[in-house]
């Protein structure tokens, strides 16, 4: 079946322009996430989306990053007045709510989209 | 807070080599515990995963054992290969919410 697919794949753009970037996740998945990879760096959280619950915005580094997820499906995350420390691959994944089976839980994995490089000038 | 702590890389290794990445982990609970693989121009996947304490998790002659009372998940193989070159990023989910904490990634190189 289809996988997490995130568009575009590239980005360039000046400093001080707006982008948007989007996630399809895998149908079915209501758990959404947002992270960033800059450069030789780790996985940073961004946001996280769960259901219809509110989302979990802790990693938002600034308020000119915000996301939205409309009808529990695709979602946007959007970058005002892009800076060149904005420039990184993000990368959208998706999973599963938690499964419980006999008392104990199972803990879905993500799946991961193959990622927006975004380049700021 | 919950926290993943990896070796620092980058690991370098011959092929056939045994490899270790140590992977040590700080959560409330009992969280889920989970080793993901970057190869060179593509997105992240999951190599294997870890639900409960002793628990083994195993893919690709790769293995990590859910070691509760040293709070660890080590990846290991006995015999890396050139195709083995990739990050991998140690990972958790706890209980209590339902955000993933990853590490910083261990860069592994296997020359031939």
């Known amino acids: 079946g289809a996988g997490v697919s995130q568009s575009p794949s590239n980005k360039v753009t000046e400093k001080g322009k707006d982008v948007e970037l989007r996630c399809d996740p895998i149908?079915?998945?209501?758990?959404l996430y947002w992270y960033r990879q800059s450069l030789g760096q780790g996985l940073e959280f961004l946001i996280y989306f769960q259901g219809n619950s509110a989302p979990d915005k802790s990693g938002l580094p600034s308020d000119r990053f915000s996301a939205e997820r409309t009808g529990g499906s695709v979602s946007t995350l959007t970058i005002q007045r892009t800076q060149q420390e904005d420039s990184a691959v993000y990368l959208c994944a998706s999973s599963l709510n938690i499964a419980w089976a006999g008392g104990n839980s199972t803990y879905n994995e993500q799946f991961f989209g193959p990622g927006t490089r975004l380049t700021v000038l | 807070g919950n926290s993943v702590t990896q070796m620092e890389g980058p690991v370098t290794l011959s092929e056939e080599a045994f490899l270790t990445i140590n992977c040590t982990y700080t959560a409330t609970g009992y969280p889920s515990l989970f080793w993901y693989v970057q190869y060179p121009g593509e997105g992240l996947q999951l190599l294997l995963k870890?639900?409960?304490?002793?628990d083994k998790g195993s893919n690709k002659g790769f293995e990590a054992t859910y070691r509760k009372e040293t709070t660890s998940f080590h990846l290991e193989k006995g015999s890396v290969q050139v195709s083995d070159s990739a990050v991998y990023f140690c990972?958790?989910?706890?209980?209590?919410?339902?955000?993933?904490?990853f590490g910083p990634g261990t860069r592994l190189s296997v020359l031939p």
């Open positions: 149908s079915g998945h209501t758990a």
């Open positions: 870890a639900t409960k304490a002793d």
């Open positions: 990972a958790l989910r706890d209980n209590y919410g339902q955000n993933f904490v």
